[in-house]
């Protein structure tokens, strides 16, 4: 049960991200009067993807209390770290955003990293 809980809350976590930057992607704020900006940040705050994403972090809060509550915080908390192998990816997939041969070394270091971390004693 835990390691399914800290699975969601690791791709709750990402879906929160990505939603967030594909909804402010499609948001241009740079042009308008203060007025109009405020408009448009209150409409953007009650669009229903980013009320979504707001309620994928609260049961990322949710999830993780039912995580922490079966499983050692130094055991747990290295896992969401995998957010920083899923973002750059799923961004590179969705938003086509670049990523870096020295990124990619990186996330396979990441990647070991995480085998090491899963093995316990």
């Not at 969601?8 to 109009?36: D, G, Q, Y």
């Not at 999830?63 to 922490?68: G, K, P």
Request: proline fraction near 3%.
């Amino acid at each position: 049960m835990a390691y399914i809980c800290l699975m969601f809350v690791i791709l709750l976590t990402a879906l929160s991200h990505l939603i967030f930057k594909w909804r402010v992607s499609n948001v241009e704020l740079f042009s308008f009067s203060v007025k109009e900006k405020i408009y448009h940040y209150l409409l953007f705050l009650l669009d229903p993807w980013i009320i979504f994403s707001y309620v994928c972090v609260i049961l990322t809060g949710i999830l993780w209390m039912i995580t922490l509550s079966r499983m050692s915080l130094s055991y747990a908390y290295p896992f969401l770290g995998l957010n920083f192998l899923l973002v750059p990816l799923f961004s590179w997939l969705l938003f086509n955003e670049g990523i870096s041969g020295y990124q990619v070394i990186g996330f396979l270091l990441m990647a070991l990293s995480f085998l090491f971390i899963g093995m316990r004693p």
